[in-house]
């Protein structure tokens, strides 16, 4: 069956850096756009970065450009996203999410924890 399970979330100070990894099976990894969203208490849920399947091509949302950088390694079916100088306000839950808009797939992890305090 899919799964996509996240994973390197934790507490960490601001100025601080975090890498999050997202182990993807059950389906094709190197065909499908994969993106990481977050989602604050209270807020909706917004797009982080994106990255094409082959990883020709990113985006980042302007909120994390320079700090964040979303990659991926076809061969581990595997995607990351390394954040660099967090901030307080970077504090959410941070979902994998695999996408492949012609088959209408999209497929969603649980979410890892990210709190970024003193």
């Given at each position: 069956?899919?799964?996509?399970?996240e994973?390197?979330?934790?507490l960490?100070?601001p100025?601080?850096s975090?890498?999050?990894?997202?182990?993807a099976?059950?389906?094709?990894?190197?065909?499908?756009?994969?993106?990481?969203?977050?989602?604050?208490?209270?807020?909706?849920r917004?797009?982080?970065?994106r990255?094409?399947?082959?990883?020709?091509s990113?985006?980042?949302?302007?909120?994390?450009k320079?700090?964040?950088?979303?990659?991926?390694?076809?061969?581990?079916?595997?995607?990351?996203?390394?954040?660099?100088?967090?901030?307080?306000?970077?504090?959410a839950?941070?979902?994998?999410?695999?996408?492949?808009?012609?088959?209408?797939?999209t497929?969603?992890g649980?979410?890892?924890q990210?709190t970024?305090?003193?």
């Open positions: 069956q899919v799964q996509l399970v994973s390197g979330g934790g960490v100070q100025g601080g975090l890498r999050l990894s997202c182990a099976s059950g389906f094709t990894f190197s065909l499908y756009i994969m993106n990481w969203y977050r989602q604050a208490p209270g807020k909706e917004e797009l982080v970065a990255i094409a399947s082959t990883g020709a990113t985006n980042h949302a302007d909120s994390v320079g700090r964040f950088t979303i990659s991926r390694d076809n061969a581990k079916n595997t995607v990351y996203l390394q954040m660099n100088s967090l901030k307080p306000e970077d504090t839950m941070y979902y994998c999410c695999a996408e492949h808009p012609a088959l209408r797939s497929f969603w649980q979410g890892t990210v970024v305090s003193s």
